[in-house]
C-alpha cells in the first residue's frame, strides 16, 4: 500500500478530453509510483458525454463523487453537437454547475513562457520574453451567477434578453484574499481589474480589494480598468504579476494572457473553495476539430495535473517532477501542431506521452 492514498474523479468530457486525459493518467501515475504516492481513479460523466448518456450535462452522481474525492481533475466539455440544445441542456451549463456545487469560487490561471516557446507566440520576442502572469478569476458570482437573468417578453411584445453583474463584499473579500495570498507568495504585485468608471459592482469591487491591501503591505497593488488592462496585456506584459478580477473580465483576459505565451495548449488552471475539493483543468476547449486524431497538445492538461498535486494535495515534489518532465520534452524538440516551429519535431498526442513517461523516469535514474 503506497504511503499516501489519493481518490481522483477524472471527468474526461468530450472532444480530445479523452486523449489528453489518458496522457495525463500515465504521468501521474509513474510519478506515483516513484514517490509511494497512490491514486484510486474513478471515471464519471460530464458535459457532452453525459448529455448523451443520461440527459444532463452534469448528473447528480458525478457531482456526489467529485464531493467525496480528493481531487477533480477534469479535461474538456463541449461540441458543435451540442450547442442548439436549450441552455440547462448545454454542457457549459455543466461546469458552470460543478463550479458552484463545489464552491469553488477562485480560479488560478498562469500564463508562463517558456524560454523554448518563445517562437510559438504571435508577439514579438522582446515583448513576451520573461512573461510569468497570474490570472485570479472570481468563479462563481458576477454576472455568470447574477439574478434576474433571462429572455423576457416587454409589455411591447418585444424581447429583451437580462443578465446582473453582482457581488457582495464578502465575495469581494474571499477573492481579494486569495488574490493578495497569491501575490506574496510570486513577485508582491497585485493589479485589480474593474470597470469601475462605470459599474456599480466595479465601484465596490475596487473599494473593498483598496481595504484589504491595509492588511497586506508587503503587496504593491495597482487598479486598472479592464479595457486598459486588455490593452496592457498585449502591449506591455511584462509589467503583471498577480491580476485579480471578476468572472467574465477573468474569462477574457485569461484567454488573452493565455495567448502571449504561444499557444492556450499549453495552460493549465486551478479551481479552488474553501473546504470541497479543487476542479483542475487546462483553460483550452475539447477542440472537436482535431479530436480522435491523435493532434492534441496534452501539456495543459498534464500541467494541469502538476496544479492537482501542487494545490489540490499538497505534493510539491511530485508536481515539480511533471514539470521538469515537460520541459525536458520541449527540450528534446517535440511538438504538437500548435507549438511548432522551424526545425522542431512534429508528432501527435501519444508520442508526447511517450517522452514525458521515458523523462520521468530519466528523473528518478
Ligand atoms: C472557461 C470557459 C468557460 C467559462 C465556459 C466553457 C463556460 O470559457 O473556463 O474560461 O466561460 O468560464
Ligand atoms: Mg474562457
Known sequence: MAQQHYRITLLRGDGIGPEIMAVAVDVLKAVGAQLDIGFEFTEALMGGAAIDATGEPLPADTLELCRHSDAVLLAAIGGYKWDNLPRHQRPETGLLGLRAGLGLFANLRPATILPQLIDASTLKREVVEGVDIMVVRELTGGIYFGQPRGIFTTETGEKRGVNTMAYTETEIDRIGRVAFETARKRKGKLCSVDKANVLEVS??????????????????????????????????????????????FGDILSDAAAMLTGS???????SLGESNPGVFEPVHGSAPDIAGQDKANPLAQVLSAAMMLRYGLNQPTAAERIEQAVLKVLNQGYRTGDIMSPGMDLVGCRAIGDALIQAIELLNA
Open 203 to 248: 465601484q465596490l469591487w475596487r473599494d473593498r480589494i483598496t481595504q484589504l491591501a491595509a492588511d497586506y503591505p508587503d503587496v504593491e497593488l495597482s487598479h486598472l480598468y479592464v479595457d486598459n488592462a486588455a490593452m496592457q496585456l498585449v502591449r506591455a506584459p511584462k509589467q503583471f504579476d498577480t491580476i485579480v478580477t471578476g468572472n467574465l
Open 264 to 270: 492556450i495548449g499549453m495552460l493549465p488552471s486551478a
